[in-house]
């Protein structure tokens, strides 16, 4: 389904599904002008979405040879199909950090690494090999590498007359990056910021801080100047300051919530005190989760704890192979 959103410039939405998805839907964006386009984001690598993105670009009737790609991150469900563009030598822009990031990951680094990490911190070995089995995000990614214009902190794309800014907003992903066009105020968050979801903010292998970097990019998205905002998943509000002070005060409760669980139960793996705090899951409790979500909970977990000690208010101590974890 295609709707134009904006004017001017002509922005344009195709809403992709995502199947057996709690996101449920991608919106890939595209920025129209006489002279180039821009399309932000494809969806997975699967018939689904190439099928739904394919009949919206049809119908908008895009010319490839004058069409751009970004990538705002490297999760497979926006990043599955930079293949398909490839092939069509359109020129691919993605975010130097996580472009060699998912390098690696294709390589068959980091992803062990963090299986590793996760093992040690408790997460059975069972749940461990169903998520790998069925986490959509490895089931659905990218086939191989493809040529990309790596981009950083500043970055300006020329479109036509737009200047596009790259806006480099660790914390989702390390390399993650949001679209900012200073001229008309408008911001494409990708995952960065979504306002009637919470973004994932996980541990990621060789990430020390990934919690604090995404609350410190929080605060530079504040900084800018925004009239309306372009979220990948469900809807956008034009209010984006009112969203970036719930998504602090989200994880201020969250921190307060593992630092509570630590002390109640002293000597905790990160996995069980996974188990002990609220998740938004229709409902389930932890022993119902999917493999995949407990794999998010786990990371997110990880990252609250992992702040907690760099502020002084956790002690992390190997036991029995396993961290375990104590207030101070």
């Not at 806006?167 to 679209?179: C, D, K, Q, S, Y």
């Amino acid at each position: 389904m295609v709707t134009k959103i904006w004017d001017n410039p002509a922005v344009f939405s195709i809403q992709i599904d995502l199947p057996n998805n709690p996101l449920r839907s991608l919106n890939v964006y595209v920025i129209v002008t006489p002279a180039q386009n821009l399309l932000i984001d494809t969806g997975f690598n699967r018939r689904e979405c190439r099928d739904a993105l394919w009949t919206g670009i049809r119908e908008l009737g895009l010319d490839l040879k004058r069409t751009r790609v970004f990538l705002t991150h490297l999760h497979s469900d926006h990043t599955g199909l930079a293949g398909d563009f490839a092939q069509q030598d359109c020129p691919i822009y993605m975010g130097r950090i996580d472009y060699e990031y998912l390098n690696q990951m294709k390589n068959g680094r980091n992803l062990s690494d963090m299986e590793e990490i996760f093992r040690c911190e408790g997460f059975p070995e069972e749940v461990l090999s169903l998520q790998n089995q069925k986490n959509q995000g490895r089931r659905y990614g990218v086939q191989q590498m493809f040529p990309a214009r790596l981009v950083d902190d500043g970055t300006v794309i020329g479109l036509g007359d737009l200047e596009i800014r790259c806006v480099h907003t660790p914390g989702h992903t390390p390399g993650h990056m949001t679209l900012y066009l200073p001229e008309q105020r408008l911001l494409f968050t990708g995952d960065h910021i979504l306002f009637d979801i919470t973004p994932n903010i996980s541990v990621w292998n060789g990430v020390p801080r990934s919690l604090e970097d995404y609350l410190s990019s929080l605060d530079k998205i504040r900084s800018l100047s925004v009239r309306a905002a372009f979220p990948a998943h469900r809807h956008g509000e034009s209010d984006v300051y009112r969203r970036i002070d719930a998504l602090q005060s989200h994880h201020r409760e969250r921190l307060s919530e593992v630092r509570q669980a630590i002390e109640t139960h002293p000597g905790a793996t990160a996995y069980q005190i996974a188990g002990m705090i609220s998740w938004s899951a229709q409902g389930l409790g932890w022993e119902q989760f999917p493999p995949h979500q407990k794999w998010f909970a786990m990371g997110e977990t990880l990252a609250h704890l992992r702040y907690l000690e760099d502020h002084k208010q956790a002690v992390r101590t190997k036991r029995d192979a396993l961290f375990a974890y104590y207030a101070v």
